[in-house]
């Protein structure tokens, strides 16, 4: 079914007010040149609700709309233990970890890296996160979006991914960081918008239901397995949803890497007016991630009951099923379609603008800056274009070898992720944390990790990747934390003084946050 004039009318009249505004605030007084402070961190000058928002239109993207739509075809409502958990994460990241980031002002996380164990961690964690952005998160957003837009138009995979790219290299590398931040409120609100939408159109098409509310009623009562968070060991799914363990394990380790220690998302929380701001900016990030299963899962376990109906083509999502939504959207009325590609487009172009930011800002001031330090800052700047271009074209060209041929690119991100991320947070928790850490246990937690993750995927392929991160985690945390002990002190001024880090929050993130708390508790005893 391809796209109505209201249709193009409506994608046109997003992507030109998108424009403009991008353009807008990216402007610099005249006379002033932006400097790497104005575009790789907004000029320290983000408010709550910009940060908050623009880390979710950097979250949201294909990788979550398309391949939680497609898990929630698949297995359910457990897939949303990737959002809902999240939002916990990101209230203890707030307390506990932004102090210390924002204190020491840095720009990067490679950067902390430097100043607390030196620059060869710093060195090679810049170039593992420069090749994952670039190789893993940039291919999977591009290829799932282009997956989505092709299936809903007569444009080939490749031309849907290409005019993705351009269009947020268009936007977003003349401002930096203050443009895809700003912007991101636009994208935010007609993900919102366009992902309900989707989500009441597929329920109230189910038959036999009157009304989306009585969609989602019958949906629980006709597909109970669907509406589990915790999954039975028989469960096709468990190798991927391992039960009580997405509760204990390794999947906390997933999101403290992620939320915590990833530049693409703390960007904007460093980009903070204020420390008060950035807490509360996550804050209301937390909420919005209870929202987000509502608007990516339910409208897949929908698909599954429309395709049985025969309203949708489910052979074509049981070839993939992260063909789901693209079936789901082609379903939508005219007008109201419009208004959903555009909130895919919304979601894909806002997180592709962020990596290309975020590797930009790691290429050019942990490594190239490093190698040309007394450079002006304009030069910076534009290394720092020149970067997320070339990033954002290499990954255009892997993306359909590297993503195309797995069955789910949202299990295949949390799968290349999940290599490191047990070593990511090893070395920064002992770094925060541990004043006996020193490089020689950060290089044994970073290369250990990854050792013990591929040894074991192949010894022992029938442990749930969850369990298998958790294990990981820990023999790496005990690895990191001897070999420490047996080698040098680190340097006094290497080590992360709390002393003067106020860790005390305010009584409205304190009431925000003891809510995001009972609602999820709340979700978790009603679905369980």
Known sequence: MALETIDLIIIAGYALALLGIALAVSREPKGRNKNTEDYFLAGRALPWWAIGAS???????????????????AVGIAIAAYEWQAALVLIIVAKFFLPIFLKRRIYTMPQFLAQRYGEGVKTLMSLFWVALYTAVNLTTVLWLGGLAISSLTDWSVFGAMAALAGFAALYSLYGGLKAVALTDIIQ??????????????????????????????????????????????????????PGIWTLLGGLWVLHFSYWGFNQ?????????????????????????????????????????????????DGAAIAAQSDRTYGELMAFAPAGLRGLVFAALIAAVVSSLASMMNSISTIFTMDLYRAWRPDRAE???????????????????VLARPFI????????????YTGFIAPGVVVVFLL??????????????????????????KFAAPDVPFIIRIWIVFVIALVAAAVVSRVTGRPEEERTVRMGDIAFATSPLFNTLSVAVIAILAGLYVWLW
């Open 55 to 73: 880390l979710i239109a950097s979250n949201i993207s294909a990788e979550q709309i398309i391949g939680q739509s497609g898990q929630g075809y």
């Open 188 to 241: 935010v609100v007609i993900l919102i918008i366009g992902g309900l939408a989707i989500t009441w159109i597929a329920l109230d098409a189910l038959d036999g239901a009157d009304g989306a509310m009585a969609g989602l009623a019958l949906l629980m009562r006709e597909m109970p397995g669907h509406f589990e968070m915790i999954l039975a060991r028989d469960n096709p799914a468990y190798g991927d949803l």
């Open 264 to 312: 693409y998302i703390i960007q904007r929380a460093l980009g903070a007016e204020s420390l008060g701001e950035a807490q509360k900016g996550l804050a209301f990030a937390a909420f919005l991630k209870l929202l987000t299963p509502f608007i990516v899962v339910i409208p897949g376990i929908a698909a599954v009951m429309l395709a049985q109906q025969g309203t949708i």
């Open 378 to 396: 304009t030069h910076y700047v534009t290394v720092g274009r020149i970067a997320a271009f070339a990033a954002m074209g290499i990954a255009l």
């Open 404 to 415: 195309g041929g797995f069955a789910s690119g949202f299990q295949t991100v949390q799968e």
């Open 431 to 456: 770094g925060f944390f541990d004043r006996r850490s020193n490089a020689a246990g950060a290089y044994t937690a970073l290369i250990g990790s990854l050792g013990v993750n591929v040894v074991l």
